[in-house]
């Protein structure tokens, strides 16, 4: 928000600074003497920023080109109009300039410059770099004297305490170049064709710092389309099918998709391409390379020409409301007010060598989806704004999405705006072609007549999507906000924890609720065997790698995987590999000759005790030298971690001081040693191998990253993410491992919706939920609405809990239909008295017990009714039984209203309609979201704490301009289920009028609103009526 500042990111070294022209990252750097991508050992440009992508000005975050030198530069932010960024060099020695030039194929040209004291240039630059996070470069203020103070001398630290550094006064000049060999890969059963490989330099290895080497990439699930199109940045480089790339004994492809990256590991590639028999492996030059070649549309790898009156397809597009698109000649603004086919309806439709096409319209210029949702048809050139992905629709007709992934309407006044989320009727376009090239003449003695033919033509798109094949890469973040056909198509992921829900219970909620309401994922409790007791936090203490647990046997959890991913939910498993459990009370410390003495037993019959585990598989037991010890006593912990401060001499714990360290008594695993990394692998690998494709890391902070990484990365991964609690991240966890679990937001929306009194301040705080943990970007994090570390015995406002009853209703369904959070977290636990309880039927001071299911003998689920009030009646409140927060009304009918609507941009508060009761806007406010969508919510009252306003009532919203197309609308937050296709009522329903303006609907006190244009009801048929025949 227009603020720069300079912070030491180890990690992070190059600034990359191309033209103008350089569209989405793509085209060579911006040379300008070869000074202008400026590259510090241990600084890095940090830009708080809010808006749309620009197209002159584009910043991503990436990986440095170079190694670090010990030469360091500062940089400053000036004021400067939208869209560009002044950078000065600002030396602090004055050497040589030193320069070096390189090539990677992954990421292109770079150049890198410490300029000296004489070349203090002042350049307005666009920034651009290669990889995903887009941008808005605004106005900045100037950087203070002082924090170019604080950042020297945080660069002097971080130089002196690193253990090596490099130093360089001599200019080199190096370049090497990629030919990337075009082959045709024929394959057989059975067999496996190598494309010809390129030769690579410098090393992938120079891009790591010493102090992170050894940790193993991972690779992630893209969610991108397939097949891949080689010739747009990407190079298949072995294409394999037989037996090795099939089901497994458990009837799953997670072995062979391990097979598959074993294969790109060896090959050197970044990128597979899996089907069940069938791996390709390919490397890409960038991640942009790799987006815009996942199942491009027809005429990709055609470059760009300037237009030419032979040039691409003449067309005019006919609109819904019977008007074609035209450009105004004055301002140059795209409408569709003309019934009438004209010169300035006429649009050349140019292939682009991503798959994407321009429009250019002839005496104006290329068409261009501006921030303010405008086209505006003056471009000279083709960028990013001005690419455009064409959809072809069943019904012949076209639609155009942008690379801000809206797509263009043709509103009913003549307005065309690219602001839609969704392609319904106005998002629709007929073409007409106009074959001019094919124009017929014909000649007389006094007078040539050219003729033009019209015809109304379907432009057709490439290959068909292969729905069987996934595309895993190390160049995709976890769970991306986008995916599809070049990357281009929202998403929304949503996973449920079941906390201690059994097996069985677990794979009838996927097969019947899950996956018929469209969740991606559901989170379980710990797997492995753990210590005997009732309490919770026994499941987070692992006595062996065995797989039967209090939830059930081995057997039931990997029919569970099974039965869960059939119905297209996968499976999360807490993932333990920092500790074991703490001994029992009747261990004793052995003597020298009773050093095998483990007496205490775990949930399955393992024994363990005195810093051993006997193991349920063989494999998996270990011996006191296994664990972190004091050196010459195995049976003492190394140092110790826990309340309250929970760090170990240093201010931070991300800096891996406390992996050596015993988080509270539990004994620590020696993860440096080969046999303990063989362990873990086995836990892991016979995960993946049942189907397990996403984890929680538990106790991430206290494990070693390049331990975990080595361990988990032999695996490609649908999603990992780390228990995380609100450190600022150094930017190597999230590299190595995974995401972060965002705590903060849901302690935000808390505050917002519940705690705060002052009802003025209730809209500007809901607007202003855009961010929880500090640091912490939506492209990282997951946000649990709860967590089981952060719940109290009884209810309390500041904390997201059952027990808060409608409040917490209306915080969850509001993290529903937010739409700036990509990924969520919904809760499903159980009731309790104290925090210590585990499931129903588990009550403490039992040493094992029987936990009670969820469905019943007769089928019917114990599951707690939606709460009415705010807090819950005690009684229901301290009540021992299954909650089932994820069943409350609401929570499955915003699933489908979430995947429509989540990353289209938040509209101001609409207008309220004024109140009877005087408090006109307090407490209340509605939003549209793109222009489908709309929220409406009115703050409730709690009875334990009353806020001084009482109730406000339920708020009834005729007059309101909602700006959604008119129609009888179903409220989807009442429903229990996903609306069914032609449903014609709902429990609650909006009706809006022609003009936009709602004519009936109310949001509820306390409660959530919320429709868009795929919950339209039908309106159900007229009743027949019969006429009686009489006689006489």
Avoid at 478 to 495: K, L, S, W, Y
Avoid at 886 to 901: E, I
Wanted: charged share 20%; proline share 6%; aromatic share 8%.
């Amino acid at each position: 928000r227009g603020q720069a500042a300079i912070l030491p990111v180890p990690n992070r070294c190059g600034l990359e600074v191309f033209p103008e022209d350089s569209a989405m990252g793509g085209g060579k750097p911006l040379r300008s003497s070869g000074r202008w991508i400026l590259c510090s050992a241990a600084v890095v440009l940090a830009l708080t920023l809010e808006g749309c992508v620009s197209s002159s000005a584009v910043v991503y975050d990436d990986e440095p080109l170079v190694k670090p030198t010990t030469s360091r530069t500062a940089f400053r932010a000036y004021d400067l109009p939208p869209g560009y960024f002044e950078v000065e060099p600002q030396p602090k020695t004055t050497p040589a300039t030193t320069t070096t030039e390189t090539h990677s194929p992954s990421r292109g040209y770079a150049t890198s410059a410490q300029p000296s004291t004489t070349t203090d240039l002042i350049r307005r630059v666009p920034l651009v770099s290669t990889t995903s996070k887009a941008v808005l470069v605004g106005t900045f203020e100037p950087i203070s004297s002082t924090v170019q103070e604080e950042v020297s001398s945080t660069i002097d630290a971080a130089e002196s305490a690193r253990s090596t550094t490099t130093t360089s006064t001599t200019t080199t000049t190096t370049r090497a170049t990629t030919e990337t060999t075009k082959s045709t890969t024929r394959t057989t059963t059975g067999t496996t064709t190598r494309a010809p490989q390129a030769q690579t330099t410098p090393s992938a290895g120079s891009h790591v710092p010493d102090w992170a080497r050894g940790n193993l990439s991972s690779f992630r699930n893209c969610y991108l389309a397939a097949p891949l199109k080689a010739d747009l940045g990407c190079a298949l480089l072995e294409e394999s099918r037989g037996a090795d790339f099939g089901l497994n004994e458990f009837g799953q492809e997670t072995t062979a998709k391990a097979k598959c990256l074993d294969r790109v590991r060896v090959l050197g590639g970044n990128t597979f391409v899996f089907e069940v028999g069938h791996c390709q492996v390919w490397r890409c030059s960038s991640r942009v390379s790799l987006r815009a070649s996942a199942a491009p549309p027809a005429g990709a790898g055609v470059e760009v020409g300037s237009p030419a009156d032979d040039g691409g397809d003449t067309v005019s597009f006919l609109s819904f409301h019977g008007t074609y698109l035209q450009v105004e000649r004055v301002l140059k603004v795209v409408v569709a007010n003309s019934k009438t086919d004209g010169p300035d309806s006429r649009f050349q439709i140019l292939p682009n060598a991503d798959g994407t096409v321009a429009m250019f319209a002839p005496g104006s210029g290329y068409v261009s989806a501006q921030p303010s949702c405008a086209l505006i048809a003056d471009r000279p050139e083709v960028g990013g704004w001005e690419k455009f992905l064409m959809i072809q629709n069943e019904d012949g007709t076209v639609s155009f999405k942008t690379a801000h992934g809206l797509y263009v309407s043709a509103r009913s006044g003549g307005a065309v705006l690219a602001s839609s989320g969704a392609i319904q009727a106005w998002e629709k376009f007929q073409v007409v072609r106009h074959n001019l090239r094919n124009a017929t003449r014909e000649e007389s003695n006094t007078s040539t007549t050219t003729t033009t033919t019209t015809t109304t033509t379907t432009l057709q798109l490439g290959d068909e999507v292969n729905p069987n094949a996934s595309v895993y890469s190390d160049l995709c973040e976890f769970q991306e906000g986008n995916g599809g056909r070049g990357g281009m198509d929202r998403r929304a992921p949503i996973f449920v924890k079941l906390w201690e829900w059994n097996y069985n219970d677990i794979a009838r909620e996927c097969k019947e609720y899950l996956g018929p309401n469209g969740f991606d994922a559901v989170q379980v409790s710990p797997v492995a065997e753990h210590k005997r007791g009732a309490q919770w936090w026994t499941k987070y203490q692992p006595i062996s790698f065995g797989l039967s647990t209090r939830s059930g046997t081995a057997e039931e959890f990997r029919s569970m995987v099974a039965d869960c991913r059939a119905a297209g939910v996968q499976v999360v498993v807490d993932l333990i590999l920092n500790h074991i459990a703490t001994p029992c009370d009747a261990a004793r410390r052995p003597s020298d000759d009773d050093v095998d003495v483990a007496p205490c037993k775990g949930w399955n019959g393992s024994t363990y005790g005195n810093r051993r585990i006997s193991g349920a598989r063989g494999w998996d037991a270990a011996h006191p030298e296994f664990f972190h010890h004091k050196p010459g006593n195995p049976l003492r912990g190394l140092c110790g971690v826990g309340a309250p401060t929970y760090l170990c001499g240093s201010p931070v714990t991300t800096d891996c001081s406390c992996c050596k360290c015993d988080l509270h008594g539990l004994p620590d695993w020696n993860t440096e040693l080969a046999e303990v990394a063989e362990i873990h692998h086995r836990h892991v690998k016979e995960l993946h191998d049942i189907g397990v494709t996403m984890l929680r890391v538990d106790a991430a902070l206290y494990e070693d990253v390049g331990d975990v990484s080595r361990t988990l990365n032999r695996f490609p991964w649908d999603y990992v993410y780390m228990e995380w609690w609100g450190e600022y991240p150094v930017g190597l966890h999230d590299k190595y491992i995974g995401q972060y679990r965002d705590v903060a937001l849901t302690w935000k929306i808390s505050d917002t919706l519940a705690s705060e009194k002052n009802l003025s301040k209730f809209a500007s705080g809901i607007f202003d939920l855009g961010q929880g943990v500090f640091g912490v970007p939506d492209e990282k994090a997951i946000y649990p609405i709860s967590y089981h570390d952060k719940r109290t015995d009884t209810a309390v406002q500041e904390v997201a809990s059952y027990k808060n009853g409608l409040e917490y209703q209306q915080q969850q369904k509001f993290l529903m239909a937010w739409p700036k959070m990509t990924r969520i977290l919904i809760w499903g636990g159980y009731g309790y008295s104290n925090i210590e309880q585990g499931p129903p039927g588990c009550e403490n001071g039992q040493d094992v017990c029987n936990p009670e299911p969820v469905f019943g003998a007769s089928g019917a689920m114990a599951c707690m009714a939606t709460p009415a009030v705010s807090p819950m009646p005690e009684e229901d409140a301290q009540k021992r039984g299954w909650v089932c927060e994820h069943r409350w009304t609401g929570v499955a009918g915003l699933v489908a209203f979430r995947r429509a609507c989540r990353g289209l941009p938040v509209s101001a508060p609409l207008a309220p309609v004024a109140s009877a009761d005087g408090l006109g806007a307090a407490g209340r406010v509605a939003f549209r979201i793109g222009e489908e969508c709309l929220v409406a919510l009115v703050k409730g009252t709690n009875e334990k704490w009353p806020q001084g306003y009482g109730h406000l009532g339920d708020w009834p919203l005729r007059g309101l301009a909602s700006g959604l197309p008119a129609g009888r609308y179903c409220d989807v937050a009442s429903l229990s289920q996903k609306l069914a296709v032609g449903a014609t009522s709902c429990p609650r329903e909006v009706v809006i009028g022609s003009d936009g303006v709602v004519l009936s609907g109310s949001a509820l006190e306390g409660d959530l609103l919320a429709i868009y244009t795929g919950a339209l009801l039908v309106d159900p048929p007229m009743p027949s009526r019969r006429l009686r025949s009489s006689s006489r």
